[in-house]
Each structure stands twice: as structure tokens, then as C-alpha cells.
């Protein structure tokens, strides 16, 4: 096989090497091809690199495997659609912030630059009637969207979409019986590993803390279901619920929510906290502190966002820590498939976050939580 060298991405190379040496003289018919071992050792890239090209040509209809046989390059056009502007769109305000929404833009922004491929901010897309003129032009201007959360688990950027034929992939998925077109982060798993830990470590008197209804969003009923399902196979451990008004997520609505439960039989023996966001874990745990609870030894708090480190008296706020740059790299990942494959759906992605650096949670709890998401990754 003649080498082929040039200023090249190493995936560019290896599909500038399948080109010219494989289909440069007019070939009409499959053309076996090299295993990927002996492809790396030839091109020096590794097999990693290799197999992703080999998958890409897959999905693109250029590539076919034959068991038994080997693997065979197609020669012709791509079977599936193409770009027709090479940009990708997303519903969040043209000026990129710090935190969840700008992490995730940049996250998909390094995939779609990777693809050749650009990734825009529309700012806030709902339909016809409320969306500027502007947004309306731009969004004729790219090939698929990415889907912020618009009032819980409604997405009324799809309706607008549809019409244009636009392809779209959700962060979080768009309503309580979706299984396609969305990445999330698993808010389930995550709380089913904590509440677990925390019931083998000794809690027994957990509580949760939300602003509004758990039925207000998916991943609000997932947190709440996950913890449910955990302790529902230790019969000393309590569950309770705190919340459920229509009220923002403050560190004040953390703070009065759980003073007013210290107050009851049950709030005395609280010794585990959970809040769905991170200030309502901050304004509880503060009120822990001015009861005089001792936190962790006494009682443990989690945050559910990890949005940004919070200092308390105690030490920092441990969080549930969202891959929020894969998160992106994963949406952007699907909507360019979804336009390979002429918009067809893809199946919905939850990815695991991990625990954050902090001090308000016990090193045996931390310890556990670990062991038991080792435990079931080797059980998948």
C-alpha cells in the first residue's frame, strides 16, 4: 500500500487514503478493504481513529460488512443526506454565559468544528407568534437543532421545527414517555447510587427538597422515583418531601423550607438532604448550621446541578457533578447523524455524572457511592 501523507486531522487522512488509493481508478463494485489493525499500523493513527472513520462510512451507506468476509468500501455517492449549510442551531441567547447552558454550547460547538460544521445561537425559539423575524430567517440557515428545555419538559421548538423539516435533538428529554432524539444527564441513576449509599452507610431520615411539583419536569420525577425506589427496600429508612409549591429555587427557599421542618418530630432525625437544586441544598444546609446540626457527621447535604462551587462554613457543597461539555459533544454528535440519515430518529442518551469535590457528605458515603456505580457498570 503506497503512503499517503498530508496536513490532515488523522481521521481526514485516513478518509483521503481510502479515496485515493481505493477508488482512484473508477471502481464500480465493493472493494475489500485492509483490517483496521493493519489500516493503524500503516497510516501510524491509532485504531480508535480507524474504527470511527469505518463507522462514519457505515452510517453514511459507504461501508458494508460481510461476516466471514471482511470489510468492504462502496464506491458512489453517500446513501444518505448531507448538509446543505453545515450549520447546526441552538436555543439559547446569542451572548453565551457561564454555567449549564454555556458549557453545553461549547461542548457542542468543539463537535460540530470537528464535522466542519458550525453550531448557532438563535436565542429563544417557541413558534411563529413570538419569535422575531430574525430568529425565523436563521433558523431556515441550518440543518438541525439543539433543544434547550422550554418551561419544564415542553418543547415547543419542535412544532416550529417540524415545519421546516428541521431535525431535532433535545438536551433532556422532551416530555415523561420519550426514549428518542435527546441526550440527558441521568438524574435517575445518579440519585439511586446516592440514596443507596446513603441507606447502606446508616441514614434513615432523608429528605428532599424541591421548589415547585416533581411532576413539573422529567428530570424532577426521575430524581424523586429514583429515591423512592432506593429506599424502598429498607424498611427503617424515611422518606420525606419538602416543597412542592410554585416557588423559585433560592438559597432563601432552601433555608425556610427545611427550618420549618427541623420544627417537626420527623425534621429532628433528619441526617441525609437532598436538593433538587444547588442553592436549596445551600440554603438548607446553612439552616442545619444555625439549628446547631453538625454537618457531615451529624448530617449529610448534596446539591442536584453543580453549576458552580459553593462555600459554606463547613467547607464546600458537594453536587451532582453534570458532564455538561460531553452532554454537548453528544447532542452535537446526534443531530449530525439525525442529518445523515434524512432526519430519522436516534435513541435517547443518558450520560452518569459523578459526585463533586466538597465536604459535606461523609468519606464512607463517598466511598459507597463509588463501589455501587462500579458494581453496576460491570453488571452492564
Known sequence: MARLTAAKRPAETVRAYLESEFLSGGATEPIRLPTIKEFSKHLEISASTVRTVFKELSDEGRLTMVAGRGTFLVPGKSTVKTARHNCLGINMPKTIIEGWGGTIFLGAAAKALKENMTLTALGHVRNLETTSEETLAALDQVDAMIAFPDGGHSHEVDRLCAQKNIPVIHINPSGFQATANFVSNDYFAFCYQLALAWC??????????????????????????????????????????????????????????????????????????????????????QALLDAGRSIPSEVSVVGGTGLKPIRLSCGNLVTMKQPMQEIGKVAATMAITRIRQKGMAVPGRYIMPTLSEGTTILTEEREAFQRLLTQEKELI
Open 200 to 285: 447502606e452507610t446508616g441514614r434513615k431520615h432523608i429528605a428532599l427538597l424541591n421548589a415547585s411539583s416533581v411532576n413539573d419536569s422529567v428530570s424532577a420525577a426521575q430524581t424523586y422515583a429514583a429515591f423512592s425506589l432506593a429506599v424502598a427496600s429498607y424498611s427503617e429508612v424515611h422518606l420525606n418531601l419538602l416543597g412542592n409549591v410554585s416557588a423559585e429555587t433560592t438559597q432563601k427557599t432552601g433555608y425556610d423550607l427545611l427550618k420549618k421542618f427541623l420544627t417537626t418530630p420527623e425534621g429532628s432525625r433528619v441526617d441525609a438532604v437532598y436538593g433538587f437544586g444547588d442553592y436549596l441544598a445551600e440554603g438548607a444546609a
